[in-house]
């Protein structure tokens, strides 16, 4: 279904660029300094944006490098250590809550039977 969707999706994206291109075909005169060009308005306003989007993969890729760099310089922080009583505590804890769980669960089971058996 996650697939359908990306295709409609796609297939409304190819529409949208189509009529786009179709309704800004004037050209326009690009001043480059040195030289004047004169392309259609659609390839000026599509480069643009190809180029905005090369310029923020480049700058993401690069954050991403010095991240990863300075991830690794740093040493791994160690876990802290839990003392052994705690754990202890811990674990009575934890014994303690299932054993609850299964009482419950085991009178509501008793309590069912004894209302199928009326």
């Known amino acids: 279904m996650k697939r359908q969707g990306q295709l409609i ?6 529409i949208i660029i189509a009529v786009f291109s179709i309704l800004n075909v004037t050209p326009v005169p690009i001043n480059f ?3 004047t060009v004169r392309w259609p308005l659609v390839i000026v306003l599509l480069g643009a944006v190809f180029i905005g989007a090369l310029l923020m993969f480049l700058l993401t890729t690069v954050t991403h490098f010095q991240k990863r760099r300075q991830d690794k310089q740093q040493p791994d922080q160690p876990a802290t250590k839990l003392e052994p009583e705690t754990v202890k505590q811990h674990n ?4 303690g809550a299932v054993a609850e769980q299964n009482k419950a669960a085991q009178t509501t089971q008793d309590q069912n ?6």
């Open 9 to 14: 999706l796609g297939i409304i994206l190819i």
């Open 33 to 35: 300094g040195f030289v």
């Open 92 to 95: 009575r804890r934890i014994t």
């Open 113 to 118: 039977e004894k209302d199928d058996r009326k």
